[in-house]
């Protein structure tokens, strides 16, 4: 039987620190700490410049979904958001904005208020210290 895959090129996941508050083990972007932990971040240029593309292309972007790693542990976070956000109500308004947290602590629940607030819809694994280690799928 042939399984038919459609690829959609119109949803993004943007991927913009490796840090997380936790180390699972069976950590799907490897930051566990048998896997391949790294502190690499996005810069706010790389974020401007797929803005700056996405502008000159008029591409019709469905969804971006900001994840990582744990994207509250990215210094510049509340920065990306804004950018993000001023995109989508400048240039593309259907725009289905998403922010993945383990909702893990305070930092976690401030930006995902943070990111609601600027029109983010939140996707939280809702981690805590007893499942960090090894994630419930
Ligand atoms: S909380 Fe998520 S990103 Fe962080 S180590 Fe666990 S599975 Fe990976």
Same mark, same amino acid.
Request: aromatic share 8%; hydrophobic share 35%.
């Given at each position: 039987?042939?399984?038919?895959?459609?690829?959609?090129?119109?949803?993004?996941? @943007?991927?913009?620190?490796? !840090?997380?508050?936790? %180390?699972?083990?069976?950590? #799907?972007? &490897?930051?566990?700490?048998?896997?391949?932990?790294?502190?690499?971040?996005?810069?706010?240029?790389?974020?401007?410049?797929?803005?700056?593309?996405?502008?000159?292309?008029?591409?019709?972007?469905?969804?971006?979904?900001?994840?990582?790693?744990?994207?509250?542990?990215?210094?510049?976070?509340?920065?990306? @958001?804004?950018?993000?956000? !001023?995109?989508?109500? %400048?240039?593309?308004?259907? #725009?289905? &904005?998403?922010?993945?947290?383990?909702?893990?602590?305070?930092?976690?629940?401030?930006?995902?208020?943070?990111?609601?607030?600027?029109?983010?819809?939140?996707?939280?694994?809702?981690?805590?210290?007893?499942?960090?280690?090894?994630?419930?799928?």
């Amino acid at each position: 039987m042939k399984i038919e895959q459609k690829q959609n090129i119109f949803n993004l996941g @943007i991927f913009v620190t490796w !840090k997380c508050t936790g %180390s699972c083990d069976n950590c #799907l972007s &490897l930051c566990g700490t048998y896997q391949a932990p790294s502190k690499e971040d996005m810069s706010l240029d790389q974020i401007q410049k797929l803005i700056d593309q996405s502008v000159e292309l008029n591409y019709q972007w469905k969804m971006w979904a900001l994840g990582g790693g744990e994207p509250s542990c990215h210094p510049q976070i509340k920065t990306i @958001i804004e950018m993000l956000a !001023k995109y989508k109500n %400048s240039h593309n308004p259907l #725009l289905n &904005l998403v922010l993945s947290s383990n909702g893990y602590g305070d930092k976690a629940k401030e930006i995902i208020s943070y990111a609601q607030k600027n029109g983010f819809n939140i996707a939280n694994s809702q981690k805590d210290y007893n499942n960090l280690k090894i994630c419930k799928i």
